[in-house]
């Protein structure tokens, strides 16, 4: 009787570690990253210019590029002035 028991509980903690579910690695988020992080605004426009300037001659663009070319176009659409209300207009 005094061998079962250790014996018994060496089994309980045995089944009990190999049911224990084991951590899942990270997966990397499916949220798009910026694509033009890490550049300054400079930088920015010089890769904007390069890329719309290879556009305009039909040269293909690598999917990084693409992703980078819709960033840059998002840019300028949303720095885009709007128009002035009218009572500015007026003036």
Do not use: H, V, W
């Not at 400079?42 to 663009?61: F, G, I, S, V, Y």
């Amino acid at each position: 009787m005094t061998k079962s028991l250790p014996a018994l509980a060496i089994l309980l903690f045995a089944t009990a570690a190999y049911a224990s579910p084991t951590p899942m690695p990270k997966q990397p988020s499916t949220a798009p990253a910026d694509p033009l992080a890490g550049l300054s605004m400079d930088q920015q426009m010089e890769l904007c210019d390069r890329l719309e300037t290879l556009k305009k001659q039909n040269k293909p663009l690598s999917p990084k590029m693409q992703q980078q070319f819709k960033a840059c176009q998002a840019m300028t659409m949303d720095s885009m002035p709007e128009t002035a209300p009218d009572a500015t207009q007026d003036r």
